[in-house]
């Protein structure tokens, strides 16, 4: 059986990724970080939905990574703007390098848990505002883990859009309840936020209502 590292925020894309896995039966090991994002709300529903499927799943604390993680709306007390990705606004969204050391940390565990690949959700609406979630990153980050250690780093969704994702994931039957996406991490979603709206919209799309409730 395949062993995979699935990069796990608890979020739509990753849930997807997990499943997929599932789907292929791969054993797939869950990995969420705790890096003192605001909307750690996210790693409660990565950690009930892994537990109620009986997924191995660890959630890693590196929120003192915070002091060095300057200037990002999702970790500083900066006000989280509202519209959509495309706005350059939400260049205050980004922080510093976090798929690099996500990634490093993950491929470690891959290591030492005898996995071949580390898989993470990056999609192709990503690339606007994230740069290492474009493909130029993945194939270099790829390049060097395969050579180095003969771990791959895959983003299997990278040329899908979060409408073509949510997608797949009706087509496996999957409950997004058991999902969070809103950066405002509080008891019901913003609805705003760059991260509801590409959701709303995927959802709009794909013509069903989602499950979440909102403000």
Request: glycine letters at 6%; charged letters at 25%.
């Amino acid at each position: 059986m395949k062993t995979i590292v699935v990069i796990y925020s608890g979020g739509m894309d990753s849930f997807t990724l997990l499943n997929d896995a599932q789907e292929k039966n791969y054993r797939s090991l869950a990995l969420s970080f705790d890096y003192g994002q605001r909307h750690t709300k996210e790693l409660d529903y990565a950690k009930s939905f892994c537990a109620t499927q009986s997924i191995d799943h660890k959630v890693i604390d590196i929120s003192n990574i915070k002091q060095l993680l300057k200037g990002s709306a999702l970790t500083d007390k900066l006000p989280i703007p509202h519209g959509h990705y495309e706005d350059k606004r939400m260049q205050i969204m980004v922080v510093p390098n976090r798929n690099m050391i996500f990634l490093s940390l993950a491929v470690s565990y891959a290591l030492s848990s005898s996995a071949s690949e580390v898989w993470f959700g990056a999609h192709q609406g990503d690339r606007i505002i994230y740069p290492d979630c474009r493909p130029d990153f993945i194939e270099k980050m790829d390049q060097l883990s395969s050579r180095t250690w003969s771990i791959g780093i895959q983003a299997p969704f990278l040329s899908l859009n979060k409408t073509q994702i949510l997608s797949k994931g009706i087509e496996l039957g999957l409950d997004y309840s058991q999902t969070w996406t809103c950066y405002e991490g509080e008891d019901r979603a913003c609805g705003k936020c760059g991260a509801c709206v590409e959701r709303l919209e995927a959802f709009a799309a794909n013509r069903i209502v989602d499950p979440l409730e909102y403000r």
